[in-house]
């Protein structure tokens, strides 16, 4: 595994400063702020601020809601550059954190999209908001009759809109928070199934 992933290492093409460490028990790099130690049977892949090499401290990501054990390099990899996009964009470090809140949370969906938008005049590369549709939602085992949409922005925003199940598009009501902990506070306070029941204007 320790020789494999070496040779692994030097076929990322945008790996510009290649360091890595290796002795007999392992080896460890550093790609974006992304920890990677394998040794003979596993590899680990994770941010943390207080390892030496990282440069980023991020305002929600840790090693606690951002560690993976893995058995296969490939799968390493793939989760090593997903997690250089979270710890260097701030849309997809609050997209990560929401996502681990909802699951911490037992929060749980079968459906989820996931994409890029923006408003008119600001429709930039740059301006795009993450927006993600989730669906089919069960909170602690109980199935609601009402979706989400949410959306990830450069200032750490996170906007979220309750829907009904099949809605019409003049539906919707906009939570009020825009903190992800506070969001997820909001939402397991509501304690109702059905939309209509949620105790919000439509917007």
């Not at 974006?32 to 590899?43: A, E, F, W």
């Not at 994770?46 to 401290?57: I, L, Q």
């Not at 930039?124 to 939602?137: A, M, T």
Request: charged fraction near 30%.
């Amino acid at each position: 595994m320790i020789e494999k992933l070496k040779n692994a290492i030097f076929n990322i093409s945008d790996f510009e400063y290649l360091n890595f460490y290796q002795n007999s028990e392992g080896i460890k790099f550093i790609y974006y702020d992304v920890i990677v130690q394998g040794n003979k049977n596993s590899i680990l892949v994770f941010y943390d601020a207080e390892e030496m090499g990282v440069f980023n401290k991020l305002r929600f990501i840790n090693k606690k809601n951002s560690f993976e054990k893995f058995y296969k390099i490939s799968d390493a990899l793939n989760y090593m550059k997903y997690l250089s996009k979270v710890t260097n964009d701030i849309r997809y470090e609050t997209y990560h954190y929401f996502i681990y809140k909802l699951k911490q949370a037992e929060i749980n969906n079968r459906n989820i999209s996931f994409g890029f938008g923006g408003n008119y005049p600001n429709y930039s590369r740059e301006n795009l908001s993450i927006r993600c549709d989730i669906s089919d939602i069960n909170i602690k085992e109980n199935k609601v009759k009402f979706n989400f949409v949410v959306t990830f922005d450069k200032d750490y925003k996170c906007k979220l809109w309750f829907y009904p199940e099949k809605p019409v598009w003049d539906e919707g009501k906009e939570c009020p928070e825009t903190e992800v902990d506070k969001i997820i506070e909001y939402i397991l306070n509501l304690k109702v199934d059905n939309y209509n029941d949620i105790p919000l204007k439509e917007s």
